[in-house]
Nanobody, 120 residues
Framework: QVQLVESGGGLVQPGGSLRLSCAVS?????????MDWYRQAPGKQRELVAI??????NYADSVKGRFTISRDGAKNTFYLKMNILKPEDTAVYYC??????????????WGKGTLVTVGS
């Protein structure tokens, strides 16, 4: 019913930038409760990177000042702009959202992930 499709991952040199996008589509009418980005590095647990809900945003300490989460409500798309990338940012990045419909609130949906590799 609801699909999330990430794009924008790839290989980037240390110090470089990337912008990830997450397009949300569905056959039902919904509203966003929250949108966030997670990442999972090899051998590590999935961790929350950034969240946006209304006017509220928050970031993991490891990315504060370097990453920015934003959204375009008209396009049902949210973004993660990543600057000053470091090798330790290498991970599969997943977008996630909580949405509500007339029938049900705070339903959770995940994208399939996009790989970000920071290296030379």
């Amino acid at each position: 019913q609801v699909q999330l499709v990430e794009s924008g991952g790839g290989l980037v040199q240390p110090g470089g930038s990337l912008r990830l996008s997450c397009a949300v589509s569905g056959s039902i009418s919904f509203s966003f409760d929250a949108m966030d980005w997670y990442r999972q590095a090899p051998g590590k647990q999935r961790e929350l990177v950034a969240i946006i809900s209304g006017e509220y945003t928050n970031y993991a300490d490891s990315v504060k000042g370097r990453f920015t989460i934003s959204r375009d409500g008209a396009k049902n798309t949210f973004y993660l702009k990543m600057n000053i990338l470091k090798p330790e940012d290498t991970a599969v990045y997943y977008c996630h959202t909580l949405i509500s419909t007339a029938a049900q609130s705070r339903m959770s949906y995940w994208g399939k992930g996009t790989l970000v590799t920071v290296g030379s």
